[in-house]
């Protein structure tokens, strides 16, 4: 079997590689993300998992409230975790930055139960405080930027090098 023969056809019926008919496919453009979403989604995804395992803390130190069984802690921490990571990947909406600041007074209130989640919700409320503060401050430079780079003149092309050096 030579090379030709382990080429695969092109729909065009001429010889070709594989790569070639990759590129034929339109490549996908993906949706900019601003600096609030992309610090955001951060935050809340590895708060997510700490969440989770605050709620097994809950759990295992049968912190709940009388009348109100232990494996609540887990599936509080287990819900707060999942709502966190659905809630990652909307953060280009303007409501969710609302919904992520209440998930945070949320963890906080958790420190009812077990007092050390308190070092948790401060140590990621001030990172969310950031995220969505400073983010959006980011966000708004770079969007005057742009508008300063897309309305300034272009500047005038410079003349071409002669080719002799002179």
Known sequence: MTDADATPAVPDGSQGSAETAREDKPVRQRRPRGAAESLGAIVLGFESIVVFLAGLVVYGLKATPPGVEPWWGVVGG??????????????????????????????????????????IA?????????????????????????????????????????????
């Not at 742009?146 to 005038?156: I, M, N, V």
């Open 78 to 119: 287990a819900v707060v975790a999942v709502l966190m990571i659905l809630l990652s990947g909307l953060l280009r909406y303007r409501w969710a930055i609302v919904v992520g600041w209440i998930l945070q007074v949320i963890v906080a209130l958790a420190a009812f139960f077990v007092p050390a989640i308190l070092i």
């Open 122 to 166: 401060l140590i990621f409320g001030g990172m969310w405080a950031y995220a969505t503060i400073k983010g959006a401050s980011l966000d708004r430079r770079n969007a005057l930027l742009a508008r300063q780079a897309a309305s300034a003149p272009e500047s005038p092309a410079s003349p071409p090098e002669s080719s002799n050096g002179v």
